[in-house]
């Protein structure tokens, strides 16, 4: 007896210790599963959760509300709604949506009468803005049901209107009472991502799986970490690198006044020299691919080159009385944009001008696709932003210290400013605000280019004077890793954008390194 006392004990001891502490509300959590077997198709399983739990996923008058608004039941809907007893705000934001798609119905089948009457008896007392009232009012003269669609915004019963009505009808509804759409799925997403954003290491692309049944873990191999390839094709130094948009050619500038196209494969030890474009009779400062990696163009100090990539042929040479900073496309027409000390130029492929636009001296410029503009640093320490359809500048954000060179990330949502004070600033381009200082690289003398890079545009590397390569989280502005091997100032580095773990980097040591 005493033996078998024991052995319960034993077994309520080793329970208790398997129980799991919950920081939430058992009957909420049940409400999510249910939620999310329905959502995931297992509605038998989902029904047999709440019968033996008895927790419902939502109140029985909520269920009621779903129906009689797909079936235009306006009376119902209402009173449904009022037995809900939701604050007054909430109830009088449902109503004015019912009362609009209600108008919206009666002119969709010419019911000009009762959408008058709608419109004055139950639109205008809750509408305080007199702008939004005059945009409805508008609509009573649409002549046509395609014009009230267009100019509402809007798709009809037969369209998604009413289910759309019912998503921002639940979204004025309590969780209490209204589980959020797909909501133990969008915390399991957001866990993910708050692991993924708190891996430094993580380097993993979009859309790939992920294992649920463990951690995300810090991989310090998933970055670029050591030498893969060294070529010493050049004669002198090399002053540029950049991967064409489909990650399958290279271009680099140098000194020997060549440029060089290098044919990168998937395995790194079979890339490979693809063609050499001569011509210039100076240091090759710059490269740049068009958006469809057919052209290349470059600039020595007075001089721009157009290259045929296929044929390895210049095609056209735009020379310049001033010194030339920057050049590059602005867009698949390739229309390209070439800088001045003093002014850009914007023209076509055929080089007409298509728009010109004065500045104080410019340090740098790059292109935001995004917007449609081009960035540009100058030499009061400024970012203007040139607007390439009206001419448009505008002050974007002002510097601590002389700007030496602009980097953007692949979705013209970050620029990285680096400045004569060693220093690199991340600026978020739409909140205007800095979210990370980058430092620990070294420049004193020289211009050196830097580049955004990874799966998820996480990282940030950039070239130094000391003959290292450093790489940096963008996120959280740690230090990940030093590359060494150059053997003289490194002038620049380029993430590949296919290959989220390979960069390039050119040196005064006359090397192209891929890591």
């Not at 009689?68 to 449902?94: A, P, R």
């Not at 980097?505 to 390194?513: A, E, F, L, P, W």
Request: with cysteine; net charge negative.
């Amino acid at each position: 007896m005493q033996n078998n006392l024991s052995r319960q004990n034993s077994n309520d001891l080793q329970r208790k210790e398997k129980e799991i502490e919950l920081q939430f509300d058992k009957g909420d959590f049940t409400r999510l599963l249910v939620q999310a077997l329905q959502d995931l198709g297992y509605k038998e399983s989902a029904i047999k959760l709440e019968e033996e739990s008895k927790v419902k996923v939502e109140d029985s008058c909520v269920a009621q509300l779903r129906t009689y608004i797909v079936i235009g039941d306006w009376k119902s809907v209402k009173e449904t709604i009022q037995k809900l007893k939701l604050e007054t705000n909430s109830e009088k934001k449902i109503f004015l949506l019912i009362a609009k798609q209600k108008y919206l119905e009666y002119l969709e089948c010419s019911q000009t009468h009762l959408a008058l009457d709608c419109l004055r008896n139950e639109i205008t007392p809750l509408i305080s803005n007199v702008n939004e009232l005059h945009k409805f009012s508008s609509l009573l003269i649409c002549s046509q049901v395609e014009e009230l669609y267009e100019k509402a915004a809007w798709d009809g019963v037969k369209g998604e209107s009413r289910n759309i009505l019912l998503n921002k009808i639940c979204d004025n509804i309590p969780p209490s009472l209204l589980v959020p759409p797909n909501r133990l799925i969008n915390l399991v997403n957001q866990a993910i991502s708050f692991q993924q954003f708190n891996c430094f290491y993580y380097n993993v692309p979009p859309g790939t799986k992920i294992d649920l049944f463990k951690d995300c873990e810090n991989n310090t191999l998933s970055i670029p970490h050591n030498c893969l390839s060294v070529f010493d094709n050049h004669e002198d130094e090399v002053w540029c690198v950049q991967f064409s948009h489909s990650g399958k050619k290279l271009a680099t500038g140098s000194a020997d006044r060549k440029i060089i196209i290098w044919a990168i494969e998937d395995k790194i030890e079979d890339c490979k020299l693809d063609k050499i474009l001569n011509g210039h009779n100076q240091t090759v400062v710059s490269i740049c691919w068009s958006f469809d990696d057919l052209f290349l163009i470059s600039f020595q100090d007075n001089l721009i080159k157009i290259w045929n990539i296929e044929s390895g042929d210049c095609i056209q040479d735009i020379n310049s009385t001033n010194q030339i900073v920057s050049c590059g496309w602005v867009n698949e027409a390739n229309d390209f944009f070439f800088a001045q000390q003093f002014q850009i130029t914007v023209s076509d492929f055929e080089n007409n001008t298509i728009l010109t636009s004065d500045f104080s001296r410019i340090r740098d410029v790059i292109v935001n696709r995004n917007n449609n503009q081009l960035l540009i640093a100058t030499d009061e320490n400024r970012i203007i932003s040139l607007d390439l359809s009206s001419g448009k500048q505008d002050y974007l954000f002002l510097e601590q210290d002389r700007i030496t060179c602009l980097s953007l990330s692949q979705d013209c949502n970050y620029l990285a400013t680096s400045l004569a004070n060693q220093q690199i600033h991340i600026w978020n381009i739409e909140q205007k605000r800095i979210i990370q200082t980058l430092s620990g690289q070294k420049r004193k003398r020289f211009i050196l280019r830097c580049c955004f890079g990874g799966a998820t545009q996480s990282f940030f590397a950039s070239a130094s004077e000391d003959c290292k390569i450093y790489i940096w989280n963008k996120n959280h502005g740690a230090l990940l890793k030093t590359l060494e091997g150059h053997s003289a100032i490194v002038n620049a580095v380029a993430w590949s954008p296919i290959n989220p773990s390979l960069i390039a980097s050119v040196s005064d040591d006359k090397t192209v390194r891929l890591w």
